[in-house]
């Protein structure tokens, strides 16, 4: 029985993605596994691979169309399969027939090349239209993508005051981000009180003579977006700790010397480890806010900060307070060859309930990390230096590392932190703990 092929998504936030090269064609044969197309979200490029055999029976999008997380792409079935009565599942016209039926159903023109007369006195069939389209109902009486009508209701975006690009003026969700970034001057109501724009935006900034533009890559505007959003939305607190890492580096060198290159244990992957089993005994810090509600995640998945070319991207260790140290260091080092390659996974960075974001690699000895919504609370953690400390009394050379925790006042309080953070503490001085 012939399957949609559907848009995938890339972590929490992405709502549509950019159809890039279809890598298989109509009439393909297709194994469960293979590379159908590549497909963009704003951070990365995905491999879209077949979930079934068959033939790919059809193509319902093209190269660089914008597509709803969940929208069908196309076609999978048996060849030779009826598909007609699938149409494109989004609204969309039906699907495009091989070049040869295309071929075979052309309808008859004379010799100068112009419609007979029985084919002008046909009328064309109309476009697909949205549900409501006919009437001219519209919520709002706007016409907009269900995309841009979430985006615009999030952010207190009166639709109205947005332009349409799409189809009939249609808005979508590229409009409401550019009114976003340029929003019209605050209205003055009846009273005189001024009514700021709905979401605080820095102003553009003139290009000074001698200084060169660089375009902001979509990466970069979807980390801009969502940290500002993060900034303004959550109210951050702060918690700092010094840890004492001698025995945890300790135990690390031991598990290596047992193990080959590739599978070493990171510093960060003890962290990871270390974080996790904090998080069972602080479900407040495991956790997200609803809004009118606190929403506790039954598991515990730790998110890394990882370095890519031109931005950021979080990958996501699954059960990470049950997952050996082995297999949370063979797990990241596969997903972070993968985000460096541009060839992640949907579930690498799917699901995150906490964030670590590690700088201690390149020498930083503490900073403050932002919230990556919707978690709670995000850990950053500096280097792991040798440093004079008061042992018994008597100065001494050990070594210490600073962590410090972000995390949404709305969820937890600064004593539930400082708990927290000395229960992480802890672990990582009496390492052993990682290993039960």
């Known amino acids: 029985m012939a399957e949609f092929i559907k848009m995938p998504t890339l972590g929490f936030d992405m709502e549509e993605g950019t159809m890039g090269t279809w890598l298989k064609q109509v009439g393909d044969r297709v194994q469960k596994g293979d590379v159908l197309a590549e497909i963009e979200s704003d951070k990365v490029t995905q491999e879209l691979t077949a979930r079934v055999e ?17 929208n069908n792409l196309g076609i999978i079935g048996e060849e030779g399969e009826d598909i007609s009565g699938m149409g494109g ?20 023109r004379s010799e100068s090349g112009a419609a007979t007369p029985d084919q002008a006195s046909q009328t064309a069939e109309p476009a697909p239209v949205a549900p409501g389209e006919l009437s001219g109902e519209f919520p709002g009486g706007v016409k907009a993508t269900p995309v841009a009508r979430r985006m615009a209701e999030g952010h207190a975006v009166d639709l109205a005051q947005v332009g349409g690009s799409g189809p009939g003026g249609r808005v979508r969700k590229a409009d409401v981000e550019a009114f976003m970034a340029n929003p019209p001057a605050a209205k003055v109501v009846e009273k005189g009180t001024a ?27 979807a980390i ?40 070493k244990v990171s510093v960060n992957d003890l962290v990871v480890k270390a974080a996790a089993l904090a998080l069972r005994q602080f479900p407040n810090i495991n956790a997200s806010f609803g809004g009118d509600k606190i929403i506790l995640h039954n598991e515990i998945n730790v998110g890394s900060a990882v370095a890519v070319d031109g931005g950021l991207l979080t990958i996501v260790q699954k059960g990470t307070d049950n997952a050996s140290i082995s297999k949370i260091a063979q797990d ?7 985000a460096r390659e541009g060839k992640v996974k949907p579930e690498d960075v799917e699901g995150s309930t906490f964030t670590v974001s590690n700088l201690g690699a390149f020498d ?15 850990l950053a953690v500096g280097s792991a230096q040798q440093v004079p400390v008061v042992v018994n009394g008597e100065l001494a050379i050990g070594t210490r590392m600073k962590a410090t925790i972000s995390a949404d006042h709305r969820v937890t309080d600064g004593a539930e932190a400082a708990q927290f953070m000395q229960l992480l503490k802890g672990i990582l001085e009496e390492p052993l703990k990682l290993l039960i």
């Open 89 to 108: 599942g989004n609204g969309a016209a039906a699907p495009k027939p091989k070049p040869a039926e295309a071929a075979a159903s052309a309808e008859p």
């Open 224 to 263: 801009a977006r969502r940290m500002s959003e993060s900034k303004v939305t959550v109210p951050h607190f702060y918690v700092t700790t010094e840890i004492d890492m001698g025995p945890a580096l300790a135990l690390r060198k031991q598990i290596n010397n047992s193990l080959d290159a590739e599978r």
């Open 332 to 338: 990241h080092k596969e997903m972070i060859a993968r």
């Open 54 to 70: 068959g033939v790919l029976l059809a193509q319902l999008v093209n190269t660089g169309d914008q597509v709803p997380v969940g």
């Open 195 to 221: 009514v700021p724009p709905s979401t605080p935006q820095a102003a553009p900034l003139p290009t000074p003579a001698g200084a060169t533009d660089k375009p902001l890559t979509r990466m970069r505007q």
């Open 364 to 378: 930083v000895d503490h900073f403050i990390a932002i919230i990556n919504p919707p978690n709670a609370a995000i």
